[in-house]
């Protein structure tokens, strides 16, 4: 197996790391998200990171990792715009399996980002908003890690179904680990019922995806489960995945 070391502040070589990148991807293709936990780990040690916005995936993932015994750390983007239910979800993860989830928090408390940029900036700016909130603080964070595994799925949306398992993440200088891009909601949904694990009650309300307070609404049958993120703007993804926004608000945030 590939031992993929990419060295960080930009003497990483994005070229071969692809290269290297692809015959790992030929060898994960198909197997358990286990064995890509489990190289992650012993690639990366405890600088590669779970992150997660405590939906189902995530808790698959954490809780694969908690049975693995894997010295993977885990931890999530607090935008301060959580439904409760959310971190009630986290309190109860953490005490059901005796693990600590890191917080990584933005610069500007939501106070302040109103005094700076002006009220409810996610009505009228969503992706400065995201950037603000999300994209920069997990830039920081990622600042010294190596790795960063996710929960992301290539039939959660449009913009997810190139999704490959392991890839590199120019933004944070990061190799990006998705054990999960082949399977499905109902798989992942399966295994928490079977193992009793605790979940966001907003899923059972209609809530399939579910990020801060003002960008989340319920979605219709039929629709992607990312529809109901930023109802109404053209926007599914907060740019933590995809880096068309990142970059566009670093000196304003
Ligand atoms: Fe802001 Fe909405 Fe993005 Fe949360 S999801 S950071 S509230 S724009």
């Known amino acids: 197996m590939s031992q993929i070391k990419p060295t960080k502040n930009g003497s990483s070589k994005p070229e071969s790391v692809r290269g ?6 030929r060898q994960f293709e198909g197997t358990h998200p286990d064995r890509v936990l489990a190289w992650a780990s012993g690639t990366f040690g405890a600088k ?3 992150g997660t916005g405590f939906g189902p995936s995530g808790i698959f993932l954490i809780h694969r990792a908690h049975i693995l015994g894997l010295v993977t750390p885990v931890f999530y983007l607090d935008t301060q715009l959580l439904f409760e239910e959310t971190y009630a979800l986290r309190d109860k993860l953490e005490q059901k399996l005796g693990i600590s989830i890191h917080k ?5 408390s939501v106070r302040e980002q109103a005094e700076k ?12 908003c995201c950037y603000i909130r999300k994209v920069a603080p997990l ?3 990622l600042s010294d890690k190596e790795a960063w595994i996710t929960g992301i799925r290539r039939n959660q949306s449009v913009t997810r179904e190139d999704t490959q398992i392991v890839e590199y993440d ?5 190799i990006k680990i998705n054990p999960l891009a082949a399977w499905d909601n109902d798989r992942i949904w399966d295994y928490i019922r079977k193992h009793d694990l605790p979940y966001n009650p907003l899923h059972d309300e209609g809530f399939p995806s579910i990020g801060c307070i003002p960008c989340t609404s319920p979605v219709a049958e039929g629709e992607d489960e990312r529809n109901g993120r930023w109802r109404g703007e053209e926007k599914i993804e907060c740019g933590i995945h995809f ?11």
């Open 20 to 25: 290297q990148l692809a015959e790992l991807n």
């Open 48 to 50: 590669a990171v779970i």
């Open 104 to 108: 990584v928090s933005p610069d500007l």
């Open 117 to 128: 940029h002006g009220e409810e900036l996610w009505n009228r700016d969503p992706n400065h």
């Open 139 to 141: 830039k920081k964070y």
């Open 170 to 174: 120019a933004v944070s200088d990061v």
């Open 243 to 253: 880096s068309d926004v990142t970059g566009r608000f670093e000196r304003d945030a």
